[in-house]
């Protein structure tokens, strides 16, 4: 199983960016994926999950500014930021659950990042202000 992801950049302020992760090994429809953020100093945080029935989550500091997607033709799970912030600025990862059609309820398991088997190489988000 592998996860590439890609479109970070550098934006200013209010601009947007579209993440990409291309899942090779499993179909994403079957499996809750996910992206988290590092900044620089700072532990791995949640950023938004989606489950494979199509339920959606974001962390606070994102929702009504991020949208979590998936094309199951493509494997592939995309976030979409828009109205982006310096806080932002970060290493954005995306990750798998390898349990098959999950059908575990509790939110916190989807933005635990120990629920993630694989996770994908990061790609870089910088916002100037």
């Known amino acids: 199983v592998q996860l590439q992801a890609s479109g970070g950049g550098t934006v200013q302020a209010g601009g947007s960016l579209r993440l990409s992760c291309a899942v090779s090994g499993r179909t994403v429809a079957n499996y809750a994926t996910g992206w988290f953020r590092q900044a620089p100093g700072k532990e791995r945080e949640f950023v938004a999950a989606?489950?494979?029935?199509?339920?959606?989550y974001y962390a606070d500091a994102v929702k009504g500014r991020s949208t979590i997607s998936r094309d199951n033709a493509k494997d592939t799970v995309d976030l979409q930021m828009d109205t982006l912030k310096p806080e932002d600025t970060a290493v954005y990862y995306c990750?798998?659950?390898?349990?098959?059609?999950?059908?575990?309820?509790?939110?916190?398991?989807?933005?635990?990042?120990?629920?993630?088997?694989?996770w994908g190489q990061g790609t870089q988000v910088t916002v100037s202000s």
């Open positions: 989606m489950r494979p029935g199509g339920s959606r």
């Open positions: 990750a798998l659950d390898n349990l098959f059609r999950s059908s575990v309820q509790n939110s916190n398991y989807y933005s635990d990042r120990r629920t993630y088997d694989y």
